[in-house]
């Protein structure tokens, strides 16, 4: 059996690295690794193959940037090319980014079977770029592994039959606990100036928080305020930061010395910096998820989720961006009385096992 797993997007690369190596030792399998090249910098995607110890992708697309229909055109373009060359059996996506649909809508077209990983997941809010990329995807798709009881629920709502729906838990998790105790070795809170239990971690890239003027300075200005009472650490998405100085709003960000503003940090370092805050507050999918799991305060800056387990179970409060309603979220963290959370049922660093064992049954 060949099986193409299709990375492109930073969220992608921890989502397909415990998978694949199970499948790189499966015999009967020949699995590769296609990167379509959606992220392409040493930041956004080279230390994450390396730090998850990725192979080198076999095939890389090099897409780069670009609209909406620009980046999952070349992408589709590219990728035919690709599935005409390897004839897979089966291509695996995973998440949500343009490079997910645009693979899904190739193989599907070549009558070549699509397993989505993360499937099901509906913020029900389809401004969001990631919504339509999700609904496509899972309409199209042969298997839907799913994280989260709403992923089945939202599946079958939409006429997805029973059969095709498999719940397996995250393999996000998978990656978190494989890597953990080489990240808990790092020294990341010494070399930024910030100590364990007592600073925020801070990431924001969502298009409606970040390219709109109004909206960019208004989160700015509320980090501002958070950081007089906790100190800030903001490892910056290249989106936000082209944004803040498009719009003139460096200010916020070079004199306080109370945001403390870095490079997008690594795998390794990202999962420190997470485990170590006090606070994490950020517009994320994934971070969401990642610190239900370690029972570290979320607070996410969106009006929904696509992962309302993480706020029924988990760690995770949503919050419009109003800076009264987060200041006060905020003063609930530090005083204690913030909700721990539970870790939902099979996020216990397995879900990789069970797709293996799906897909070779
Ligand atoms: C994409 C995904 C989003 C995911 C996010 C994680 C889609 C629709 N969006 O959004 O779901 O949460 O990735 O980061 O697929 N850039 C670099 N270096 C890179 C890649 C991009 O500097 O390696 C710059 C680009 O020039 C661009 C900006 O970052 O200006 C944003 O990149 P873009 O590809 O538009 O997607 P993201 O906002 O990262």
């Not at 936000?240 to 010395?257: I, M």
Request: a neutral charge.
């Amino acid at each position: 059996m060949k099986i193409l797993s299709v990375v492109g997007a930073r969220p992608n690369f921890m989502k397909v690295a415990p998978l694949h190596r199970l499948l790189l030792f499966k015999e009967g399998i020949d699995a590769k690794v296609i990167h379509t090249g959606q992220h392409y910098d040493e930041r956004m995607s080279d230390i994450f193959f390396r730090q998850l110890e990725l192979p080198e992708p076999d095939i890389f697309l090099g897409v780069g940037s670009g609209s909406h229909a620009v980046q999952t055109s070349k992408i589709m373009v590219k990728f035919e090319k690709v599935v005409d060359d390897e004839n897979p059996d089966l291509v695996i996506v995973v998440g949500d980014v343009n490079s997910t649909v645009a693979c899904t809508l190739v193989a599907k077209k070549k009558h070549v079977k699509v397993a989505h990983i993360e499937a099901g997941l509906r913020s029900f809010d389809r401004k969001m770029p990631e919504e339509i990329n999700r609904i496509v995807t899972d309409s199209i798709s042969d298997l839907l592994f799913v994280t989260e009881e709403s992923g089945e629920k939202n599946l079958q709502n939409e006429g997805i039959k029973n059969h095709k729906i498999k719940m397996v838990g995250n393999v996000m998790i998978d990656s978190l606990l494989h890597f953990q105790t080489k990240s808990q070795k790092l020294k990341v809170l010494e070399k930024l100036g910030v100590e364990k239990n007592n600073y925020g971690l801070v990431t924001l890239h969502r298009p409606s928080n970040v390219d709109d003027e109004q909206s960019l300075s208004q989160a700015l200005e509320i980090l501002q305020k958070v950081s007089k009472r906790i100190p800030l650490v903001f490892p910056i998405h290249p989106r936000t930061y082209k944004n803040a100085r498009k719009y003139g709003l460096d200010s916020y960000l070079d004199n306080n010395k109370k945001i403390i503003v870095t490079d997008p940090q690594g795998y390794l370092e990202f999962l420190n910096l997470m485990e170590n805050a006090r606070v994490v507050i950020t517009d994320s999918g994934g971070i969401q998820e990642e610190t239900t799991f370690l029972k570290v305060p979320c607070l996410t800056l969106r009006d929904n989720t696509e992962r309302p387990i993480t706020v029924e179970k988990g760690s995770n409060t949503l919050l419009p961006m109003d800076k009264q309603q987060i200041i006060n979220k905020v003063e609930e963290v530090l005083e204690g009385k913030y909700k721990r959370g539970e870790v939902p049922h099979l996020w216990d660093g397995k879900a990789a096992n069970r797709i293996v064992n799906v897909l070779l049954n």
